[in-house]
């Protein structure tokens, strides 16, 4: 693909996975942030942050709308290796940080159980589950469920004074 084709096939794919060579997960598309789309801005989500990489445009593969994807020709490890440095934060930035921390748990990550949210056509459900939580982008089978769902996010859990975090899923 040529990247002027990549430019235009990425005006229009906000939300989709980004992939590494490996075919692994490396996080979710956001924008394009600069006027001449030398860059791609992806959101790398870690257990209970996210934080925003710049990559440049050279590192897309392709893009592929029929299934929401875009592949990068480096593997996962390798921006894993050398992080791409955010920006400097702004106030504005700190603060929302702040408040988002203040609802999440700081504990050790070593939980053992988290909560699922779990979107279908037939309504909303909250379900317990053991083990760490799945990573953002990922893929998911839920037992008495229909079909595979995509971890939308991770985030605080929707119950009052519960400190587990919370899967959303969507149905695939």
């Known amino acids: 693909m040529e990247l002027g084709e990549i430019r235009e096939l990425l005006a229009a794919a906000q939300g989709y996975a980004v992939l590494g ?77 702040e408040r988002i921390e203040s609802y999440v748990s700081s504990g050790n990550g070593e939980s053992n159980e988290h909560l699922r949210f779990i979107s279908s056509p037939s309504g909303y459900k909250l379900v317990e589950a053991k083990g760490r939580p799945p990573s953002a982008g990922s893929t998911v089978v839920v037992p008495e469920q229909d079909g595979s769902f995509r971890v939308m996010k991770l985030g605080p859990s929707p119950l009052p004074h519960d400190d587990r975090v919370c899967a959303y899923l969507a149905p695939n």
Not at 29 to 56: H, K, M, T, Y
Not at 60 to 82: F, G, M
Request: aromatic share 4%; proline share 10%; glycine share 6%.
């Open 21 to 97: 060579r490996d075919r692994k997960p490396v996080g979710i598309f956001i924008e394009l942030p600069d006027g001449d789309g030398e860059q791609i801005a992806i959101r790398r989500d870690g257990v209970l942050v996210w934080r925003r990489a710049l990559l440049p445009l050279a590192t897309v593969a392709s893009v592929l709308p029929e299934r929401r994807v875009i592949l990068l020709n480096v593997a996962r490890r390798a921006l894993d290796e050398e992080p791409v440095a955010p920006p400097e934060p702004s106030q504005d930035d700190l603060a929302w940080r």
